[in-house]
């Protein structure tokens, strides 16, 4: 298939056509312009961005080409410049941070439809090779993808020798860059050095790298596909702060399934994907199996906790509440309901949401309220106090019942960890004469 074809399908297959409004990035390079220059043939409505990164001699000169390009087909031309002084590391990754900062903003604020880059297979390849020395994951070994946004690739399946063949074709003039040849940055060393080595073992190096591809992309459809079924069908319940799931189901996964499942809820926007650094302490924190262990992520914290595994968001601190509850008066909210009065008699009914207690102590208020730190109770049957904290650990009380849990006091005295236990000192014995019954239902 021909270049002018691959690229007209892959244009239609994203279901763009003339009508769209689209934002080219051109350098002046071989690539880019041959993209637009196909476009112009083809009379699609474009315009063109030029970044200038001021940082080789042949800078200017590369902008004055595109310039000209524009001015010679009528096509509307943008300009913008990135000041490399102020970048001292890293350059490769700040001046392509930059650059898209740049195209999206355009893009947003003229509303075009789409940005075009000039990224091609060879460039796939390297990025590949560049991934793989960088110990990445399945998911990213490939990291060129044909759309992401508003930024579309549609030479990202084409050929070097395919682009290089158009432009002496259509007598395309074009600059390459001069930097392509420093061999300090890591791209320049493998598209310069590493692949014209792979070149020397064999004629054809595309085809190895389209079948692995293709290999990695059928991979990650089991993973991704896995991954769905369980965010969408096992057991997924989420909260405004933290989101749960089944400890068990999860644990019993691939480890790749469970890290991919991680980063798709830690991550809105797929390019903040975690790090390989993040993958290899999540494995080992997930294989471990530890209840109660926590691992930080993100700001997020990952809880394994009795019977699920909590994601907390970095929002989340536990609720404060107080409440004074009048003898007979009801309290009722979105998180509990509870009210309490004296029972007449011992003919008592005990159930899930009923207490009763010696009352002797118990006047005309009771206060419910968040746990705090330094509280401590007697558990009904213990000989011995506790903290509120002890006690819930001792008795594998879920971090969202935590969460919810109030207690229930006469003054300073707690009288109970509501649904949970009371203190040994309100238990009614034979001498009991007054019997306070307590109501308190979890919503």
């Known amino acids: 298939m ?10 239609v297959d994203f279901k763009i056509d003339r009508s769209s409004k689209i934002l080219v990035a051109v350098s002046g390079g071989i690539d880019s312009l041959c993209l637009a220059h196909y476009l112009v043939n083809q009379n699609y409505n474009f315009s063109v961005c030029h970044i200038n990164h001021k940082y080789h001699v042949l800078a200017d000169e590369m902008e004055k080409l595109v310039s000209n390009f524009c001015k010679e087909h009528s096509i509307p031309f943008l300009i913008s410049y990135i ?3 102020k970048v001292d590391s ?31 297979y060879n460039d796939q390849i390297e990025t590949f090779l560049f991934r793989f020395f960088s110990s990445s994951g399945l998911n990213h070994l490939f990291g060129l993808k044909k759309q992401f946004n508003k930024v579309f690739r549609p030479m990202i399946n084409i050929y070097k020798e395919e682009i290089i063949n158009y432009a002496r074709n259509h007598s395309i003039e074009y600059i390459d860059d001069p930097t392509n040849l420093d061999l300090k940055f890591s791209r320049n060393f493998i598209r310069n050095v590493v692949v014209k080595d792979l070149n020397k073992i064999s004629s054809n190096i595309y085809t190895p790298f389209e079948n692995f591809e293709e290999r990695i992309r059928e991979s990650n459809e089991v993973i991704n596909h896995s991954t769905d079924y369980f965010l969408h069908k096992n057991n997924l319940s989420k909260d405004s702060t933290f989101l749960k799931f089944g400890k068990s189901s999860f644990l019993n ?29 999540l494995k080992s924190f997930f294989n471990k199996k530890i209840t109660s262990s926590e691992y930080e992520i993100m700001g997020h914290k990952i809880l394994i906790d009795y019977e699920h595994i909590f994601i907390i968001n970095p929002t989340f601190s536990f609720q404060e509440r107080f ?7 009801k309290i009722d909210n979105s998180s509990f309901s509870f009210q309490w009065n004296f029972s007449p008699n011992k003919n008592l009914q005990f159930s899930k949401n009923t207490e009763f207690i010696d009352g002797k102590h118990i006047e005309k208020t009771l206060v419910i309220r968040s746990p705090k730190k330094s509280d401590q109770f007697q558990p009904l049957g213990s000989k011995h106090y506790k903290s509120i904290d002890q006690f819930q650990k001792d008795n594998k009380i879920s971090f969202d019942k935590k969460n919810n849990s109030l207690v229930i006091c006469n003054n300073d005295k707690i009288i109970c960890l509501a649904g949970q236990r009371i203190d040994d000192s309100f238990k009614i014995t034979d ?10 239902i979890m919503k």
């Open 323 to 329: 409440y004074i509850a009048e003898k007979g008066e």
């Open 2 to 11: 021909a270049f002018e074809e691959k690229i007209l399908k892959n244009l």
């Open 253 to 281: 996964l691939p480890i790749l399934i469970q890290l991919n499942i991680v980063n798709r809820i830690l991550n809105s926007k797929e390019t903040n994907y975690l790090t390989k650094n993040d993958f290899s302490e």
């Open 83 to 85: 000041n490399s002084e």
């Open 90 to 120: 890293n350059i490769e990754s700040v001046f392509r941070e930059k650059r898209y900062d740049i195209l999206n903003n355009l893009a947003d604020e003229y509303s075009f439809d789409h940005i075009f880059t000039g990224h091609h």
């Open 431 to 440: 001498s009991s004469k007054r019997v306070v019954k307590l109501s308190y």
